[in-house]
């Protein structure tokens, strides 16, 4: 089993920053593959923010490029996400996902959700 549990949402105004943090638990024998941060806007469906693999290559919706940056320490099982020169249009609820592979198969796990407000 993995537990995800994000932090370092809130209030920002526009143009300020935000760094979301995602602790992984894991029960032993399990580990992790891809991680990524997605969000989902009120009255939206939920998005891809970006991903990273165990080795470090990323992915990013082109609305967060150049702006959002994810990182993992693969020791802590800890991903993260830096957000720079935020827009209104980032307000969302940030969800933290990881891909699991166990017996031959991959298990996708969610986060609870982190809730970002660019606002001013």
């Known amino acids: 089993q993995v537990q995800l549990v994000e932090s370092g949402g809130g209030l920002v105004q526009p143009g300020g920053s935000l760094r979301l943090s995602c602790a992984a638990y894991l029960t032993r024998f399990f580990s992790i593959n891809t991680m990524g941060w997605y969000r989902r806007a009120l009255g939206n469906q939920r998005e891809l923010g970006a991903t990273?693999?165990?080795?470090?290559?990323?992915n990013y919706a082109d609305s967060v490029k150049g702006r959002f940056t994810i990182s993992r320490d693969n020791a802590k099982n800890t991903l993260y996400l830096q957000m720079d020169n935020l827009k209104p249009g980032a307000s969302a609820v940030y969800y933290c996902?990881?891909?699991?592979?166990?017996?031959?198969?991959?298990?996708?796990?969610w986060g609870q959700g982190t809730q970002v407000t660019v606002s001013s």
């Open positions: 990273i693999l165990k080795s470090g290559t990323t």
């Open positions: 996902h990881a891909e699991t592979p166990y017996l031959g198969a991959q298990y996708d796990y």
